[in-house]
């Protein structure tokens, strides 16, 4: 038998069963991603394995220096084909890493190779992927097809044009694509100089002064605009806390004055300037109709060394152990006092917050949306087996699991799609336990409703999709 079968994962065979009739047929939502929009809208050709698979993957450049891999064969400039070799070396040793069962997954999934990755294959492993990418089924526009992707939507910074987006709009691709808004820049006072820059650069982009925080509202209600008028209807914002020091208008300019000129701001302060702009943020989502994410509590940049060399986004950041709830809990109650608490999804980065977070969705369900306030899937490092069934857990024991939105893929990678796949069949297989153990009651319609809403059903009604 091959490693990566029809039953892979699934012990049980009522959790087959699921799988294969039920979850396995439904079609992709992946509402959050990190998706070049420029390759969707030129339906990118990958030139070689390399492109399609390591060109931005940081989690595979984590296990490559873990495992000795020089620099130059992960962010650096050695040839693509050195750098696959030195992952093809690497991937033995990620055995019980969950980058062991995607990368086989991924292998089998788009290419049909059934062979275990190590340098002795790599060579051949190479030349058949490599064949097969030239072939338009593997451009990005096949991939989404062929993975029955009906929805992308991709993180944007507010300053955008969208162009990318517009073109794909206007052609004849069935995945629909949308942006996402995501102001973090607004929210980064430490580097003053680069804080400024931004702002400059929004102003441009809103064609609005910004020389005072009346102005930068103004500013930010425009881009939100332009964001709903170009098909945007999530946000997203990447935190170590949820920001909860209110502060009046008038301490919030003087704040904002602050920073404008270059003087450090205090934690309280900063606090405060960004409290006021996520409290703005929540406002508008409401008055749209769109979603709101809330990533919390990854602590990035570790290595001065490495970031300094490399920039963000290329491994070098880790689970953060901050206090969550009542900050959290604060920011969603004082949307929640005004009515204008939006759709919203609280992801966490450390399990010690599974409970907290997946209790605090349900102080703020108001009958109006079923499951409006979401516990979202295992996100970063969680989005492995244990992440995802912690996660699915706790929610099951403290809310309704039967109303969850399921999973997305959180990827720079057109190759991760059989992420969906992996976490369905962890879904299948613990239900399937559930039966097993006498738990649940052996009724396969009833359960097979519950697969298809939180594989795909779920999703389409809460984002209120349509194909």
């Not at 980058?99 to 292998?107: A, F, N, S, V």
């Not at 629909?176 to 804080?195: C, N, W, Y």
């Not at 990678?413 to 649940?440: A, K, N, Q, W």
Request: net charge negative; hydrophobic share 40%.
């Amino acid at each position: 038998m091959t490693f990566i079968h029809d039953d892979f994962l699934l012990k049980t065979e009522l959790a087959c069963r699921l799988y294969h009739e039920v979850a396995v047929v439904q079609p992709i939502i992946d509402y959050h991603c990190h998706l070049p929009p420029s390759d969707i809208a030129a339906n990118r050709q990958f030139n070689n394995l390399f492109e399609i698979w390591l060109e931005g993957d940081h989690y595979k450049w984590r296990a490559m220096r873990a495992n000795g891999v020089d620099e130059l064969y992960c962010t650096g400039e050695a040839d693509p084909y050195d750098k696959f070799l030195a992952w093809a070396r690497t991937v033995p040793h990620t055995l019980r890493n969950p980058l062991y069962h995607w990368t086989h997954l991924e292998l089998k999934r788009y290419f049909g190779i059934d062979e275990l990755l190590n340098e002795d294959t790599a060579p051949a492993i190479w030349e058949s992927v490599n064949r097969r990418l030239a072939e338009p089924d593997r451009y990005v526009h096949g991939i989404l097809a062929d993975f029955h992707v009906e929805y992308v939507c991709t993180t944007d910074d507010p300053i955008d044009d969208l162009a990318s987006h517009r073109a794909i709009a206007a052609g004849d691709l069935a995945t629909r694509v949308s942006p996402a808004f995501r102001p973090d820049k607004l929210l980064k006072t430490e580097d003053k100089a680069a804080f400024n820059a931004y702002l400059d650069a929004f102003a441009a982009a809103a064609d609005t002064d910004v020389s005072t925080y009346a102005g930068l509202e103004d500013a930010i209600r425009k881009r939100h605009a332009y964001f709903h008028d170009n098909g945007c209807r999530l946000s997203d914002h990447g935190l170590n806390v949820t920001p909860a020091t209110f502060a009046t208008a008038r301490d919030v300019a003087g704040i904002y004055d602050k920073a404008r000129a270059g003087t450090p701001l205090t934690a309280e302060e900063q606090d405060a300037y960004s409290t006021s702009i996520m409290l703005l943020s929540g406002r508008l989502d409401a008055e749209k109709g769109w979603v709101k994410q809330l990533h919390l509590g990854a602590m990035r940049n570790n290595s001065a060394r490495l970031f300094n060399l490399l920039g963000p986004d290329t491994g070098l950041d880790s689970m953060g152990d901050w206090p969550q709830a009542e900050r959290l809990s604060r920011y969603l109650d004082r949307l929640d006092q005004d009515n204008l608490l939006p759709k919203t999804i609280i992801y966490n980065n450390n399990p010690v917050d599974n409970y907290p977070f997946a209790t605090m969705i349900g102080n703020f369900q108001d009958g109006s949306v079923a499951g409006k306030v979401q516990f979202g899937s295992g996100w970063w490092f969680l989005d492995q087996r244990d992440g995802m069934t912690m996660q699915l857990n706790a929610l099951s024991n403290t809310g309704l699991l039967s109303r969850f939105v399921g999973m997305l893929t959180d990827s720079r990678s057109f190759m991760s799609y059989p992420r969906h796949e992996y976490f369905r069949r962890l879904l299948c297989d613990l239900l399937g336990d559930d039966v097993e153990r006498g738990e649940i009651p052996d009724a396969f319609d009833l359960l097979a409703g519950m697969v298809r809403d939180i594989c795909h059903d779920n999703a389409a009604r809460y984002f209120e999709f349509q194909p």
